[in-house]
């Protein structure tokens, strides 16, 4: 039984590549090979561009990938979302010249310039404009003012549309990172045991990757207060240290409360802290 994935090739791969790698899957090969091999010889795995995995993975040539929300709804990709990721956050904006009056543009028919086809349609039908699409592959951002009246591209930090002096009138849609799967996979039971196996390994490395092991000894007086502080999963562990009365206090925090939450354990008696990384919480 082999389970077919498709992986983006590019920056997102970098991200997906370490996700499965922290599961136990390792991609091996070079950066031009687009079969790469696996450790886990129950998956075959093939390198793709973002924008042709939903539809490859709808027509069941693959039987799980990886693509952004975007490309999944400008495709109407029939597939089965399995885990929204978060990777890779962008936006679908549209564009136009600094100095240019979004508003006067529908009073005239425009050209607008997007690799986007079917959301940018379904935009500016909703939004009045009378519009001539061109698909751009790639760069759209140079296309303003002489070759288009508006793009309508993805961007995650603003950068590139403001160093070729244009502004962002609206937010057409937005999009990270999903797994997903083909729906006839999940209906095969042996498919999809596998699937739901990398689902639940999936979901221990993203809910570690919010959280860290604090570890800390302290005085028995002190245990009720510093237990107190700890916004624990669950309970944290508390075990009496070898020959003392002291203790040692285990608890799985998030992340971004450390900063505030050990100098408040210091002051309640704390002492030997250590912040750990957790691989996985399942």
């Known amino acids: 039984m082999k389970i077919k994935m498709a992986i983006p090739k590019g920056k997102l791969q970098i991200a997906i590549d370490q996700l499965l790698a922290d599961i136990g899957i390792n991609v091996m090969g070079s950066d031009r090979n687009y ?15 973002g924008q042709n995995i939903p539809s490859m993975v709808e027509l069941g040539q693959h039987d799980i990938g990886f693509a952004g929300l975007d490309w999944i709804a400008e495709q109407g990709a029939d597939v089965e979302i399995i885990k929204p990721l978060g ?3 962008v936006q679908i904006v549209a564009c136009i010249p600094e100095d240019w009056d979004y ?9 607008v310039a997007t690799e986007y086809m079917n ?4 935009f500016l039908e909703k939004n009045g404009f009378d519009a001539k699409l ?14 288009a009246d508006m793009i309508i591209d993805n961007t995650s930090t603003g950068t590139t549309i403001k160093a070729n002096r244009l502004k962002i009138c609206d937010v057409v849609y937005e999009s990270a990172t999903q797994f997903f799967a083909n729906k006839q996979a999940l209906q095969d039971p042996e498919k999809k045991a596998i699937i739901d196996d990398m689902l639940l390994l999936i979901n221990g490395v993203m809910n570690a ?6 570890e800390m000894n302290c005085q028995s007086e002190n245990i009720e207060k510093i237990v107190a502080l700890l916004p624990a999963m669950r309970s944290p562990t508390v075990s009496q240290l070898f020959n003392s009365d002291a203790y040692s206090v285990r608890a799985a925090i998030m992340k ?6 050990i ?7 704390a002492t030997d802290i250590l912040e750990l990384p957790i691989r996985k919480v399942v």
């Open 35 to 49: 079969r790469p091999g696996c450790n886990d010889e129950r998956f075959e795995i093939k390198l793709l561009k």
């Open 87 to 89: 990777f890779n956050p």
């Open 103 to 111: 508003v006067a543009l529908k009073q005239r028919k425009i050209i």
């Open 119 to 122: 959301l940018a349609e379904k």
């Open 134 to 147: 061109i698909r751009s592959y790639g760069a759209t951002e140079v296309f303003p003012p002489e070759d």
């Open 209 to 214: 990757r919010q959280r860290v092991l604090l």
């Open 256 to 261: 971004n409360a450390t900063r505030d939450l």
């Open 263 to 269: 100098p408040k354990l210091k002051q309640a008696g």
